[in-house]
């Protein structure tokens, strides 16, 4: 049987002390397989993106045990941690996070920066690979000031798969765009699936979530499965 990609048990995060002290997560028990697809809902101030950022290696959990890959966190050096992130995780933000004075090709090359067994002669096949692949081939010299709001989202998208990551955290990922982008968006995310990429999405739209094989709700930390579908069902 497939052991998890991501595993927590018992997992909390509390901000602040004494009587200024918040729950934000609350024994959080959670996990997924290589291959899934998976949303998390929940109203604004849940923890939804406290957990994915806690998932993703930019925080730490106050208690309770968190495996990426088989490994457990807590046993793992900040360096460690970061070359774990760096290897299995691909980041996408509402915000698109794009350098403004970098063109689409170097804001795409960044993550490549951190691998040192990647040599620097096979960056622009690698990144010419990633554009075909959000259809934005000819926009590698342009700047993100350049771009619509749904080429910059594709164009992070490509940033983030250029590792050829595991994992893919995204994080109200068509929060800023309009239906016809957000369509092109998901489109692309249920291509990369296609190729085995465990995709993790926090949204608040039911017509994101509906289209995973699984959907979370989280409320004041507690978090609960809600639907589960087989991914012959998913669009």
């Excluded at 018992?10 to 901000?15: G, I, R, T, Y």
């Excluded at 689409?104 to 010419?128: G, H, M, R």
């Excluded at 489109?187 to 926090?202: A, G, K, P, S, Y």
Aim: glycine letters at 8%; charged letters at 20%.
């Amino acid at each position: 049987m497939n052991k998890p990609i991501i595993a927590t048990e018992q997992l909390c995060k509390v901000f602040g002390r004494g009587n200024n002290k918040q729950q934000v997560l609350d024994h959080v028990n959670f996990s997924i397989f290589p291959g899934e697809m998976v949303a998390i809902v929940g109203p604004s101030g849940s923890g939804k993106s406290t957990l994915l950022s806690i998932l993703g290696l930019l925080d730490e959990q106050t208690s309770g045990e968190y495996q990426l890959c088989g490994q457990a966190i807590d046993t793992l050096s900040t360096f460690q941690k970061s070359t774990l992130r760096n290897k299995h995780i691909g980041w996408v933000f509402q915000n698109f996070n794009l350098v403004g004075d970098m063109t689409v090709a170097e804001n795409i090359i960044l993550p490549l920066t951190f691998d040192k067994t990647i040599k620097k002669s096979q960056y622009s096949d690698k990144v010419a690979s990633v554009l075909k692949k959000v259809s934005l081939l000819e926009k590698a010299d342009s700047f993100p000031s350049e771009l619509s709001g749904g080429q910059q989202q594709r164009v992070a998208i490509a940033r983030a798969l250029i590792t050829e990551p595991e994992i893919l955290l995204c994080d109200e990922p068509t929060g800023n765009l309009d239906s016809e982008n957000a369509g092109l968006v998901m489109q692309l995310f249920h291509d990369v699936h296609q190729e085995n990429c465990t995709i993790l999405l926090i949204t608040h739209s039911p017509e994101i979530s509906e289209q995973c094989q699984k959907i979370y709700r989280i409320n004041d930390g507690k978090l609960v499965l809600t639907s589960k579908v087989g991914l012959k069902d998913v669009v």
